[in-house]
């Protein structure tokens, strides 16, 4: 897909790697449906990057917003050909401390909105001929971390549901691909401190300007790939700088 040719609604657009694959997209000449709960930062963004930029309230848990959002586009965009499913929460609890409610609310977001934002997309992109989904897990969907158990749960469920996905769409013509961005510096980690990073093989927070790079490509490049894990961490799930040594 030609960059100018992508129809795209975005989910968590309004900051982080949502509002910076929405400003590279837009940049090619894009059409972008910017979409948050953040009216606010996510108009805001739309205003600024020109015409072709939209903003629209979705939460994404909420399927009569999502059917709202798809029309919207339609209209304002004569079709819809891609989805980046990226909004997301983390929440902080062990698989003892995490209470119902958080982890009702994070599955609720991060799966539950991924789930209905390809239910709502899919035809709307069958329609338009095909096109492609990138939904956003993390490494914690490659891989176990302590202490955030409902968002572990949620991010392997992404990856579940992007191979189911790919399989039910692949007759429409819709590729379906999974992000798995390492530790990136936006407001979702702004009190996580720097040397999380320390011990990768690229030591440092990545910027959402690289996964912003990364979404570009899948979009656009990948035409070979659906149903699949894409990685951009860093080499965190690679292993540790530090060597094994024996005392
Ligand atoms: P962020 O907090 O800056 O952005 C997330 C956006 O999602 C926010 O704008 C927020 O308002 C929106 N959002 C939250 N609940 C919503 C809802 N119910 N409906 C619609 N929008 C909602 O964080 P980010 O780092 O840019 O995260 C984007 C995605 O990347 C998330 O899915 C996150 O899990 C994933 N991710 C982030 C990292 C990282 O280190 N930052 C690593 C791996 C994966």
Sequence with gaps: MNP??????????ARGIGAATARLLAGE????????????????????LGPKVRYTRLDV????????????????????????????????GSVTDTTIEDF????????????????????????????????????AGLQ???GIA????????????TKAAALDLARDGIRVVSLHPGPIRTPMTENIPDETAAGQPLPRFG???????????????ATYSTGTEFVIDGGATVGRLEPVTAD
């Design 4 to 13: 100018s040719d992508i129809r795209i609604l975005i989910t968590g657009g």
């Design 29 to 48: 000449g894009a059409h972008v449906l910017v979409t948050d709960v953040l009216d606010d930062e996510g108009g805001a963004l739309a205003d600024s």
């Design 61 to 92: 848990t909420d399927p009569g917003a999502w059917a709202a959002a798809v029309a919207l586009a339609q209209e304002a965009f004569g079709g819809l050909n891609a989805l980046f499913n990226n909004a997301g929460i983390l929440a902080f």
């Design 104 to 139: 009702r609310r994070v599955q609720d977001i991060n799966v539950t909105g991924v789930f209905l934002g390809m239910q709502a997309c899919a035809p709307a992109m069958r329609a338009a001929g095909g096109g492609a989904i990138v939904n956003n897990s993390s490494t």
């Design 144 to 146: 176990g971390y302590a």
């Design 150 to 161: 409902a968002y572990v749960a949620s991010k392997w469920a992404v990856r579940g549901l």
């Design 207 to 221: 910027e959402p300007d690289e996964v912003a790079a990364m979404v570009r490509f899948l979009l656009c490049e």
